[in-house]
């Protein structure tokens, strides 16, 4: 049997994770996975070589993210990271940031309204501008949204879109059907089994 250590951080939010807090020192915990469907637009991430990336964030969203900045970071591309703490811990994110060694500015994705903020605009808006690459995006389903009607608000041709997935996501394994959803070909797809066009 194999012995080492698993590092998780967890956001206790609903019935699943708050299992979790019941847990003492000692008790034995089934992992299953991992599930190979946490990125949607896998696709234009893998086809990323020494261009200029880059990723914004949103709370925990950062977490599921770093593994795609060190992908990017790995093929040469240059990283920009934002970071939205949200309401997540500071101190959590930075702990993730500094144990990866990932440089990082704060940014305020949305604004009061809930829309995407002025200032998030103008950082797509340069990035474009300068003949940037790939946008990633690490937040909610709604930030993904935003950001992708914002691309195609200003009239973006080349900036390609990743994201984590966070649709719906549940059980992982093509079962429970939280994530089902049928397309305009009337397929039903599994969002988490499945790479799907982000738009
Ligand atoms: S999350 Fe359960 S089927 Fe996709």
Do not use: W
């Not at 956001?11 to 190979?36: H, I, M, S, W, Y």
């Not at 049928?182 to 969002?191: G, N, P, Q, S």
């Amino acid at each position: 049997m194999m012995v080492g250590s698993i590092g998780m951080t967890l956001l206790f939010r609903g019935v699943k994770t708050n299992q979790f807090k019941d847990l003492a020192e000692g008790d034995t915990l089934l992992l299953r996975g991992p599930f190979n469907n946490g990125l949607l637009g896998l696709q234009h991430l893998e086809a990323q070589q020494s261009s200029r990336c880059l990723i914004l964030t949103k709370g925990i969203g950062l977490l599921p993210s770093v593994s795609a900045v060190r992908y990017l970071q790995s093929r040469h591309n240059e990283t920009e990271l934002y970071v939205d703490e949200g309401n997540f811990s500071p101190s959590i994110l930075k702990f993730q940031l500094d144990l990866f060694e990932l440089p990082f500015k704060p940014l305020t994705l949305l604004d009061d309204d809930g829309e995407l903020s002025t200032p998030a605009k103008h950082v797509i808006r340069r990035f474009v501008a300068d003949g940037g690459s790939l946008i990633h995006v690490g937040a909610s389903e709604y930030v993904i949204h935003q950001v992708a009607a914002y691309l195609h608000y200003i009239g973006n041709r080349h900036v390609k879109l990743s994201a984590c997935n966070n649709a719906r996501m549940c059980c992982g394994e093509g079962v429970c059907g939280a994530c089902t959803e049928i397309t305009a070909d009337r397929r039903v797809i599994h969002h988490c089994k499945e790479q799907v066009k982000i738009k």
